[in-house]
């Protein structure tokens, strides 16, 4: 079904290539092998690492060599009844919309040809597929923006962006679990924590999990921030099919 490529990646790490399509049928084969890899339970991996259209394989060279452990990922890769279903959840995260919270939303209608209000109602209606995690602890990266409100990033990145805040760069969109630096156009800020260290699950949700954002006004927005609790606003719903899960 795809064109699958193990490549070594350093001395200490197997890259498996499952084509350079990204859409959400290879997502979800890359969290299935991942989840089948670590059913596995092979001796001598150390960590694995999703990506859009691969999975890095990272190894202890002294427990296992390249030759053994690109073996058994292939037969892995091969023998689909060794790959696991991953459950996935979707998460319902509040939002606040323009102001001071989105000082880019103008400009990103403007880009769209529609009013600020268009924007809001396209970016929250959609749900987006986590394709996966990086830039920042829990960053996620999210599939699905309407293209009608794709916006190229900044030219200029700003120096810092405050945690929480939601942006669109080029045809994905996005929440900074932390304040960083960053050049995607704000459009909104969510009180929700998404990254906490204190917590039992830091990050609360995983690739190949959903997102859909909730408009919210600033009266909810500081209600929400001024409770303090670690898993404040968040609202879980039950895909089809799929148990329901209650974020930490």
């Known amino acids: 079904m795809f064109d699958v490529k193990i490549l070594p990646s350093g001395d200490s790490a197997v890259l498996i290539q499952l084509g350079s399509v990204i859409s959400p049928q290879v997502n979800a084969a890359v969290h299935a092998l991942d989840a089948g890899i670590k059913s596995a339970n092979i001796n001598g991996i150390v960590e694995t690492v999703p990506a859009f259209a691969s999975l890095l394989v990272l190894y202890d060279p002294v427990v296992i060599g390249y030759e053994e452990i690109s073996g058994t990922l292939r037969a892995i890769c091969e023998n689909p009844t060794s790959v696991s279903e991953r459950k996935s959840f979707l998460y319902t995260i509040p939002v606040c919309y323009g102001d001071e919270f989105g000082e880019d939303l103008e400009d990103v209608a403007a880009h769209a040809g529609m009013s600020a209000d268009e924007v809001v109602r396209c970016h929250s209606e959609r749900t987006y597929l986590i394709y996966m995690l990086g830039f920042l602890p829990g960053f996620p990266y999210l599939g699905g923006l309407d293209p009608a409100i794709a916006c190229p990033r900044l030219a200029s990145p700003r120096q ?3 945690a929480g805040s939601v942006g669109i760069g080029g ?3 996005g929440v900074y679990p932390l304040a960083s630096p960053g050049g995607w156009r704000l459009i909104g800020r969510t009180p929700v ?11 609360f949700y995983s690739p190949g999990d959903s997102v859909k954002f909730s408009p919210i006004d ?3 927005y500081d209600r929400i921030a001024a409770e303090a609790l670690r898993s404040a606003g968040i609202r879980l719903s039950e895909p089809s099919g799929l148990p329901l899960r209650r974020a930490v």
Do not use: G, H, S, V
């Open 160 to 162: 810092k962006i405050e």
């Open 171 to 173: 045809e994905q969109t």
């Open 193 to 203: 924590k998404l990254y906490d260290p204190n917590r039992a699950e830091p990050i």
């Open 218 to 220: 600033r009266r909810e």
